[in-house]
């Protein structure tokens, strides 16, 4: 507790002064762009890998980043949360995003016996469709070889990522948005060893948002100048 006290210090004293004016203006308004839905995992925190300022990101943080699909009559933190962001603070973008070495996909994807922690293994129920996507069958399963499971942790991640995308769209708030053009929704995967990012909902297919334009992709963009032709 005694170097969460000392970083309060340092925040009033190195970095509040050098953004009061920012937050001098967020005392009075609210108007983040983009939900971003996130592990609760301490590793991934959202506004570093983002590189945002604070009210840039309206943050929900759940264990394994899962969305439980909308369900009449039920009130859930998760639920009031992304209605309130769309409905109310009309976001441009929901982000979804998956991490390497998830806790909660691996307890999934390795069969772990939950008994000892009902409250997690009920939760990870909302991950069942991803678990599907994966090709994971139900009940306990052989323990893969290492390799195996690594590749099966990295595709039930990302599967996890578009299930709970797909969660989403059963929210009232998120598919009037989308379905007006004023909400787009995507998936990214962060992996924490080499901080890279991957966006599973970049025209269909997985791709490094960060990364330059390649050739391919100026040729794929409606908008890019045309190349002059070659002379004669």
């Not at 264990?63 to 039920?74: I, K, M, T, Y």
Request: charged share 20%; glycine share 8%; aromatic share 4%.
């Amino acid at each position: 507790m005694h170097h969460l006290i000392e970083g309060v210090a340092r925040f009033r004293r190195d970095v509040f002064p050098a953004k009061a004016e920012l937050f001098a203006g967020l005392a009075t308004r609210h108007r983040p762009s983009t939900l971003f839905i996130g592990c609760s995992d301490a590793r991934v925190p959202p506004e570093l890998i983002t590189q945002c300022e604070p009210g840039e990101l309206f943050v929900v943080r759940t264990a394994g980043n899962l969305v439980p699909a909308h369900a009449p009559g039920a009130a859930d933190a998760v639920a009031a949360g992304v209605e309130y962001a769309v409905a109310v603070l009309e976001v441009r973008d929901l982000v979804v995003c998956g991490h390497s070495g998830c806790g909660a996909m691996t307890a999934l994807a390795e069969e772990h016996d939950l008994t000892a922690v009902p409250a997690v293994a009920d939760w990870l129920r909302h991950a069942d469709a991803a678990r599907s996507r994966a090709g994971l069958g139900t009940g306990r399963a052989p323990t893969p070889p290492a390799p195996d499971r690594a590749a099966l942790l990295d595709r039930l991640v990302r599967e996890n990522v578009r299930a709970q995308l797909a969660n989403l769209a059963t929210h009232p708030s998120v598919a009037r948005a989308v379905a007006n053009g004023t909400l787009t929704t995507h998936g990214w995967v962060y992996d924490i060893a080499t901080g890279t990012v991957t966006d599973l909902t970049a025209s269909g297919a997985a791709t490094d948002p960060t990364a330059p334009a390649t050739d391919t992709d100026a040729a794929a963009d409606p908008t890019a100048p045309a190349t002059p032709p070659a002379a004669a």
